[in-house]
């Protein structure tokens, strides 16, 4: 069974600019999460999705954040435009409802 | 505020011996928990969980420790192999079907070193 995918796996811009990153989760699991990880820390939720419909995205910064689910199943994040302080890893998750997350490989951003 | 909390960052063990990772939270509506492991450059992998309803789960090398009135849980690894060199993630997900519930918050992690 595939796991969580996740591209890209690393990216580099500059301040200012846009940035997206995409996520395929595990076949059939219809609960989808954003999370961001600082260096030293634990995941921190930014958005969970259960199927197209995002339940929890108070911790999303929506000024400049911003996240889709078309169809319940890959999804993609946006931040325009990206700050030094948003570098950091950014890792999906999938679930059954309530089951156990599992969670891809994440995307490093790296914002000069 | 830190709801979970791992106060140690790192942990040295030689291999064959025990490894105790530890965390302590503060939210008494927590009622289910989960250890990830983390290797370099990977996504957090699931590991071991423990309901409230209980304070042991086993499998294999790894056994969970809950101490309810404690608020407080720990990792057991016997016998620890060098691929057990990871960090190690505290989770935990208060009661609930619906909204924020459903939430994990992650303590900071424990990076362990297993010492050939």
């Known amino acids: 069974e595939a796991g969580v995918v996740q591209s890209p796996r690393y990216k580099i811009i500059e301040k200012k600019q846009p940035v997206a990153f995409w996520c395929n989760p595990i076949s059939g699991h219809n609960t989808l999460y954003w999370y961001l990880q600082n260096l030293g820390q634990g995941p921190e939720l930014l958005i969970r999705?259960?199927?197209?419909?995002?339940?929890?995205d108070s911790q999303l910064p929506k000024d400049r954040f911003s996240a889709e689910r078309l169809k319940g199943v890959d999804s993609t994040l946006k931040i325009q435009p990206a700050e030094l302080g948003d570098s950091a890893v950014y890792l999906c998750?999938?679930?059954?409802?309530?089951?156990?997350?599992?969670f891809g490989p994440g995307t490093r951003l790296t914002v000069l | 505020d830190q709801q979970v909390k791992q106060n140690s960052p790192s942990l040295s063990v030689q291999e064959g011996r025990i490894s105790i990772l530890n965390c302590d939270y503060t939210?008494?509506?927590?009622?289910?928990f989960l250890w990830y492991k983390k290797y370099p450059a990977e996504g957090p992998t699931f590991l071991i969980s423990?309901?409230?309803?209980?304070d042991k789960n086993e499998d294999g090398r790894f056994t969970v420790f809950l101490n309810k009135s404690a608020k407080h849980l720990s990792l057991h690894i016997v016998p620890s192999q060098p691929g057990d060199s990871a960090v190690y993630f505290c989770?935990?997900?208060?009661?609930?079907?619906?909204?924020?519930?459903?939430?994990?918050?992650f303590g900071s992690g424990t990076q362990l070193t297993v010492l050939p």
């Open positions: 989770a935990a997900r208060a009661r609930g079907y619906s909204g924020s519930a459903r939430q994990l918050t």
């Open positions: 939210n008494s509506m927590f009622d289910y």
């Open positions: 423990i309901s409230s309803i209980k």
């Open positions: 998750a999938s679930s059954l409802s309530t089951d156990t997350q599992y």
């Open positions: 999705y259960e199927n197209e419909e995002a339940v929890d």
